[in-house]
């Protein structure tokens, strides 16, 4: 039986037995990144979701056994008015977090690529990969401009994931994806078992991460164990560890 670690996950807001039972299925750690489906109408609202993700999941998770691996960002809908207030709030949870996240670009609109560039300086300041979100719409073009702001910004790609990759953007972009990490977020309307296996074949399986990004939104967290499964069964048994474990300890040092 494969045992994972979701990369990216919002489980917060997920019912605690519903985690056990995955964790019965194999599921040893989670990367909660912060996101609320609303935008913040003030810049202390940031602050209570980051105690919640940070802070308080630590200790719920810790109770049934599952490993917490907290990110703090802003996620580029969720951009207060007031950034300057958002980024101190966030900075005073840097340190606590394992890495940033998520951030990105959903449009890429000024005020979204200003929020991207300030909140990777911090990351850099306080030595932290960044989960890196792509729109649903435009998504190769999205990507594309983030790809050019991390660069800029003079971040390490990789420590960089560009996430929520899918075949279609992916083979656009594949030539610009050197270095950095490539996220597959197996949920639906985003990847599928079965192109998440397409676009493995294209890339190193050291820079490969899945997760389920399980929100409010119609998710299936079972979906990264049914694709590890079709990794073992085709004998690439070190490949689905790698992919699945050793990448995430690695890249946020847990
Ligand atoms: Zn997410």
Not at 38 to 51: C, G, H, K, M, Y
Not at 91 to 102: I, R, V
Not at 204 to 222: F, G, K, Q
Request: aromatic residues 6%; glycine residues 4%.
């Amino acid at each position: 039986m494969p045992s994972w670690i979701d990369s990216h996950s919002h489980f917060y807001l997920t019912p605690l037995n519903v985690i056990e039972s995955l964790k019965a299925q194999g599921l040893v750690g989670v990367v909660e990144a912060s996101w609320i489906p609303v935008r913040p109408s003030a810049p202390e609202t940031l602050r209570d979701l980051f105690r919640w993700v940070v802070q308080a999941e630590q200790e719920r998770l810790s109770k049934i056994g599952v490993l917490h691996i907290p990110a703090a960002g802003i996620h580029p809908r969720c951009i207060p008015e007031d950034l300057d207030g958002a980024l101190s709030i966030l900075e005073d949870f840097l340190g606590q977090a394992k890495a940033l996240g998520e951030v990105g670009l959903e449009t890429a609109s000024e005020d979204e690529r200003r929020a991207f560039t300030l909140q990777l300086r911090l990351a850099k300041k306080y030595d932290l990969p960044a989960i890196v979100h792509t729109p649903r719409l435009n998504k190769a073009l999205v990507a594309s401009k983030e790809i050019e702001v991390v660069d800029e910004v003079g971040f390490p790609r990789e420590l960089t994931v560009i996430d929520h990759m899918v075949p279609q953007a992916f083979s656009s972009l594949k030539e610009r994806l050197g270095e950095f990490n490539v996220g597959i977020s197996l949920q639906p309307g985003k990847a599928s078992v079965d192109e998440a296996i397409q676009m493995l074949s294209y890339l190193s399986p050291e820079r490969v991460l899945v997760n389920s990004d399980t929100s409010t939104e119609p998710s299936e967290p079972e979906r990264v164990r049914t694709f590890l499964e079709r990794l073992e069964s085709a004998s690439m048994k070190e490949v689905s560890r790698m992919i699945a474990i050793d990448n995430p300890r690695r890249l946020f040092k847990v």
